[in-house]
T-cell receptor, first 113, second 111 residues
């Protein structure tokens, strides 16, 4: 069975600095999707970034980028120039070929002013 | 645009009572549909997902069930609620653009 592991329950970063959130997953499939979602205090889930496993190029969305290491089954999220509005829970998610989507336990990110 | 209507926003139910949570999807056809539960400050646990009408995959063998009577309608039910059923329930849909979008959630408290 596929699993998603986020080993950092909480992290803090100084405003304007860069932070990296870790995610590893376990799968025997070769074709899948990976996602990072943000959940602010409103609890609304917001898609941050998406990566298709067949693409070697790392996805980027403005200040957010990923480091996708397929062989290592690692999918970390880098947030550059951290802003107060980035404070939230961040979830890593995996979608298999049967469209089952599972999430990690999340990392709570604090931004220090 | 793609949206999910999920209601109610909050619900307080006694132990042993039935449950019915409904979500409807707009802006996409034949979506994959998902029910997740989130305990306070915790991750999202996949409960059920559906890739088509009448097709339900169960991930959690508990006293919950799901049904998909129409293409864009997904219902979560229980005949008798347990204290452990308390949590934040999120309905989600994967539309034509491959992106997963979420409803605003239902906070269920079982007392």
């Amino acid at each position: 069975a596929q699993t998603v592991t986020q080993s950092q329950p909480e992290m803090s970063v100084q405003e304007a600095e860069t932070v990296t959130l870790s995610c590893t997953y376990d799968t025997s499939e070769s074709d899948y999707y990976l996602f990072w979602y943000k959940q602010p205090p409103s609890r609304q889930m917001i898609l941050v970034i998406r990566q298709e496993a067949y693409k070697q190029q790392n996805a980027t969305e403005n200040r957010f980028s990923v480091n996708f290491q397929k062989a290592a089954k690692s999918f970390s999220l880098k947030i550059s120039d951290s802003q107060l509005g980035d404070a939230a829970m961040y979830f890593c998610a995996y979608r298999n070929r049967d469209d089952k989507i599972i999430f990690g336990k999340g990392t709570r990110l604090h931004i220090l002013p | 645009s793609q949206t999910i209507h999920q209601w109610p926003a909050t619900l307080v139910q006694p132990v042993g009572s039935p449950l019915s949570l409904e979500c409807t999807v707009e802006g996409t056809s034949n979506p994959n549909l998902y029910w997740y539960r989130q305990a306070a400050g915790r991750g999202l646990q996949l409960l059920f997902y559906s890739v088509g009408i009448g097709q339900i995959s169960s991930e959690v063998p508990q006293n919950l069930s799901a049904s998909r009577p129409q293409d864009r309608q997904f219902i979560l039910s229980s005949k008798k609620l347990l204290l452990s059923d308390s949590g934040f329930y999120l309905c989600a849909a994967q539309g034509n653009n491959e992106k997963l979008f979420f409803g605003s959630g239902t906070q269920l408290s079982v007392l």
